[in-house]
């Protein structure tokens, strides 16, 4: 469950938001249906897991609960195996200053051994170096699984395991490799940027939240800028709401998805709106 949390953390990190406050809806209509969204922080941090009476009364009375992918074991062995090369190694791809690097740092920081790292895919080390180490993998997503199970709900996926990891494949090689050394050039500020992170995301200040994830992009490539845009935000969003319609239209749903999916023009505040659900903010 560690390395899911950290490729789904990720994402919340390097991708931008557009403005706009509140991360826990109410979805109503006119026929009276209830449903929730949901803006969460894929991280293991404990004030995430503290979670407000609302929430807390949401997952006593929904009877599904619709994650970006649900996090089991079949999805963290299949994204291990996803990680790692099957012929190639990362030394033959990485410069030798550069390989050096994201050695010392897997092998001081994560705990990881540097043959385990030579066979990493550039895109899972860029990932992987962009979270801090995992202590308890006890993260937002997997408790809310565990606590809306308890409760005698469904957990389904929004997204196929596939879909997702072609996004964070879809990097161009030179594109991944930029990834990386924006990672280990950020290492040294790694828990700051989080800590302001989760503070923000804790104030709800989207605003302040869409900043921080600005700031990260600074450097990057102009394609790699534009694939987060498209295929990490907007396509995935059109996808997960049409997956969502169906379990939408019976009630009683949470959509439970990383807080960058929310806001903007094709956020799924906007689109919900579009398709006539009333949403208001809850906190």
């Known amino acids: ?3 899911v949390r950290r490729i789904l953390f990720a994402l919340i990190v390097l991708l ?3 403005a706009q406050a509140q991360v826990f809806w109410s979805l109503t209509d006119e026929a009276g249906r209830q449903n929730w969204l949901l803006g969460t922080v894929h ?4 004030r995430l897991l503290d979670w407000p009476e609302p929430l807390v009364d949401a997952l006593q009375q929904a009877d599904r609960l619709a994650l970006e992918l649900v996090p089991n074991a079949a999805v963290l062995e299949r994204l291990q195996q996803a990680m790692m090369f099957r012929d190639g190694r990362l030394s033959e791809v990485l410069d030798e200053d550069l390989y050096a690097r994201v050695v010392e740092l897997l092998v001081t920081h994560y705990g990881l051994t540097e043959t385990a790292v030579d066979r990493m895919r550039p895109w899972a080390v860029a990932v992987t170096l962009a979270t801090p180490p995992p202590e308890t993998g ?3 997503d997997l408790m809310l699984s565990v606590r809306a199970q308890g409760a005698g709900a469904d957990v389904v996926a929004l997204e196929t395991f596939d879909e997702q990891i072609g996004f964070l494949t879809g990097f161009a090689p030179e594109e991944q ?3 990386i050394r924006q990672a280990v050039s ?7 940027i989080f800590e302001r992170l989760i503070a923000a995301y804790l104030d709800g200040d989207l605003e302040r939240l869409a900043r921080l994830a600005e700031s990260q992009m600074d450097g990057l490539p102009e394609p790699v800028i534009a694939h987060f845009n498209e295929a990490g935000l907007a396509a995935r ?7 969502a319609e169906p379990w939408l239209e019976s009630g009683g749903l949470i959509i439970a998805v990383g807080a960058l999916h929310l806001p903007g023009e094709e ?3 906007a689109m919900l709106r579009e398709r006539g659900w009333i949403l208001e903010p809850v906190y």
Not at 237 to 243: D, H, I, Q, T, V
């Open 237 to 243: 969003n059109r996808r997960m709401l049409e997956r």
């Open 186 to 192: 950020d290492h040294e500020r790694q828990l700051e």
């Open 16 to 18: 931008p938001l557009t």
């Open 177 to 179: 490799i930029a990834l």
């Open 138 to 140: 006890m993260f937002m």
């Open 43 to 46: 991280s293991e941090d404990p």
């Open 267 to 269: 956020g799924l505040v």
């Open 1 to 3: 469950m560690r390395a």
